[in-house]
């Protein structure tokens, strides 16, 4: 098991800007591919961006691209999420995910380790 705990999340007004942290425990492999995912209420889960273990490969939703960063910090067993130019629509509970294989899926079966959740509320 690879737990993961999410924070980070909050209130913020539309064209603000959040940063999730994912912290993951436990021995990674060299392979792991994180991810972040989401969903608001009423909707299925979606995904948001995914990164390889180096930071040189990511992967963004159309919805996010150019406003999300996702990133590593591998010494401190850390990804971030910055999130700029937030959006109403951006109102979900956020999930980090992870699985040990060097590639990246934007499907949420692919990753057999998830986080809890944090709460993003974007205010118009």
């Known amino acids: 098991q690879v737990p993961l705990v999410e924070s980070g999340g909050g209130l913020v007004q539309a064209g603000g800007s959040l940063r999730l942290s994912c912290a993951a425990s436990?021995?990674?492999?060299?392979?792991?591919?994180m991810a972040w995912f989401r969903q608001a209420p009423g909707k299925e889960r979606e995904f948001v961006a995914a990164?390889?273990?180096?930071?040189?490969?990511?992967l963004y939703a159309d919805s996010v691209k150019g406003r999300f960063t996702i990133s590593r910090d591998n010494a401190k067993n850390l990804v971030y999420l910055q999130m700029n130019s937030l959006k109403p629509e951006d109102t979900a509970v956020y999930y980090c995910?992870?699985?040990?294989?060097?590639?990246?899926?934007?499907?949420?079966?692919?990753?057999?380790?998830w986080g809890q959740g944090t709460q993003v509320t974007v205010s118009s």
């Open positions: 436990g021995r990674t492999s060299s392979s792991n591919v």
């Open positions: 990164i390889s273990w180096s930071g040189g490969n990511a």
């Open positions: 995910a992870a699985r040990a294989s060097s590639v990246l899926f934007t499907t949420g079966r692919q990753y057999p380790y």
